[in-house]
């Protein structure tokens, strides 16, 4: 008979309907990545990558099917009745992008739950906010919203002092433009470590929900559970407003899945027009 180890167990008590749990298991940090609503670029990249390339705005806004999204959203992660199945709730903290569309897709969740979204300048996309040629093969890069513009378009969220009235984003090469993939999984894995840490100097169970992005999503679970993964963004899928949820232990800094790309507030709505996000 195979025996646990006692980090099996702490996880299983921790998931169970148990009230008792062993004292002696260390706090974890439960993080929902949540990926943003269907995105204008989103639209024009279904259709083709010609399409894509010829209408792509550097910072999107959200598509009409992206609005109703985090509407749907909203709803559903403020109701812990419908939602706790994820074991999210209560929700602690709120973790946000500072693309347009990120921010645009927390904003139902925040008038819904009385959050205060705290925007963080590491969460960004893969690439940035840039603009490209025809040939898609020369960047300039674009400083995203300003700190004016942001507070004035959502005046509850806390913003950081990374983001000024220059905006909030530079490649992270000078002059280059766009950041690499493998600029992105580097980032990525500064997240998990900051993540990690922020876990380990817990003294009880923290849950968070991080509103973010396709490509982000998959460096940040490569860089936990595969960091010497380079190149493309090939391990994960998501729909949009797909919500993965993770935990990260305290004592070991080990992660667990708790759900992958669930989408069950889209699917209650019985409406198979609200998923987007890659082909099925």
């Known amino acids: 008979m195979r025996r646990l180890s006692a ?83 209560p929700i602690d903290e709120v973790w946000v992008s500072p693309h347009r569309r990120t921010l645009l897709t927390v904003a139902p969740f925040a008038a819904a739950s009385g959050h205060r979204p705290r925007v963080n300048t590491k ?39 990374e983001v000024t009235e220059d905006g909030w984003y530079a490649p992270p090469t000078p002059g280059s433009g766009k950041e690499t993939d493998d600029e992105c999984r580097d980032r990525a894995l500064g997240v ?7 876990a380990a ?28 993964t380079r190149g493309p963004f090939l391990r994960w899928r998501h729909f949009n407003t797909g919500i993965t949820v993770v935990d990260v232990d305290g004592a070991t800094g080990a992660a667990s899945f708790v759900a992958q790309n669930a989408v069950a507030h889209l699917l209650d709505e019985r409406d198979p027009a609200l998923l987007s996000g890659f082909p099925l």
């Open 7 to 89: 980090a099996s167990l702490c996880l299983l008590a921790k998931r169970s309907m148990s009230v008792v749990v062993d004292e002696a298991c260390a706090p974890r940090l439960r993080l929902a990545l949540v990926r943003h609503g269907e995105s204008m670029n989103n639209v024009h990249e279904a259709v083709s990558e010609a399409a894509y390339v010829a209408n792509r705005h550097a910072d999107p806004d959200l598509s009409p099917r992206g609005y109703r999204q985090a509407d749907v959203l909203g709803g559903f992660l403020a109701n812990a009745t419908r939602s706790n199945f994820l074991g999210v709730h």
């Open 123 to 161: 969460l960004f996309e893969a690439g940035g906010v840039y603009d490209a040629n025809d040939a898609y093969d020369a960047f300039a890069a674009q400083g995203g919203l300003t700190r004016s513009e942001m507070a004035a378009r959502h005046p509850t969220y806390a913003l950081p002092d």
């Open 192 to 198: 998990a470590a900051d993540v990690r840490a922020r």
């Open 201 to 228: 100097a817990l003294d009880r169970d923290l849950n968070v929900v991080a509103v973010v992005h396709y490509d982000f999503i998959c460096a940040f679970l490569d860089a936990l559970v595969a960091p010497a």
